[in-house]
């Protein structure tokens, strides 16, 4: 395990893949998982905000 791994851990810093996995958990449907899996893939969990 690398250092960052195990300081995010003792800190309780979820990783990205970590919430992507668990947004992805969440869904109830085939649709609901295609919906979600889109939203990720457009950047929902990028860390990069527009705002205009």
């Given at each position: 395990?690398?250092?960052?791994?195990?300081?995010r851990?003792?800190?309780?810093?979820?990783?990205?893949?970590?919430?992507?996995?668990?947004?992805?958990e969440?869904?109830?449907?085939?649709?609901?998982?295609?919906?979600?899996?889109?939203?990720?893939?457009?950047?929902?969990?990028?860390?990069?905000?527009?705002?205009?």
């Open positions: 395990m690398k250092f960052t791994d195990k300081l851990n003792a800190l309780g810093v979820e990783s990205r893949q970590s919430r992507e996995r668990r947004y992805l969440q869904s109830v449907s085939i649709s609901d998982l295609e919906r979600r899996q889109h939203e990720i893939d457009r950047g929902l969990f990028s860390g990069a905000r527009r705002v205009y």
